[in-house]
């Protein structure tokens, strides 16, 4: 009776073992999976919290945008260094903080960056789509378009 006994508990004990080996095989796998999750959310919020600082002035500078048109425009009319020394660097300020301006005349047109105000006709093909003149300037905030530029582009008379 004995021997049944043991033979019986050592038969639960190895059952016990191979059931706990299991289930730190599957805990393992969990922990594993917890973390890469972790370590993936701490990418993403680091991420967002970039993409944050990056736009955070976008509103400020909507509202100066219009400022700086003012200053464009006196730059047409008035021959004055100190306002085209202002003007260059306003420029270098907007392009340490990821302000571009968006280069228009003589590009393709690019309705993403640009939006046409008038077309011009010609008879000339080769020129199809492309910017003529712009009217007000567009700018760019890393890489994405902050106020498109205005502009005049070129169509093809038809004939």
Do not use: W
Not at 82 to 103: F, W
């Amino acid at each position: 009776m004995k021997k049944k006994k043991a033979e019986t508990q050592e038969h639960t004990d190895t059952y016990t073992v191979e059931e706990a080996q299991q289930r730190i095989a599957e805990l393992e796998d969990q922990y594993m999976r917890a973390v890469a999750d972790y370590q993936n959310l701490e990418k993403r919020v680091a991420q967002e919290r970039l993409e944050f600082i990056k736009f955070a002035n976008k509103e400020l500078l909507e509202r100066l945008l219009p400022s700086f048109d003012t200053l464009l425009l006196a730059e047409k009319y008035v021959q004055d260094d100190g306002l085209k020394l202002t003007i260059k660097t306003l420029y270098d300020a907007l392009e340490q903080i990821g302000v571009k301006r968006v280069e228009t005349v003589g590009k393709q047109f690019n309705p993403d960056t640009m939006e046409c105000i008038e077309t011009v006709e010609s008879s000339d093909h080769s020129d199809e789509d492309i910017v003529v003149e712009e009217v007000r300037p567009g700018f760019t905030l890393y890489e994405k378009t902050l106020r498109p530029a205005l502009v005049k582009v070129n169509s093809v008379q038809q004939s």
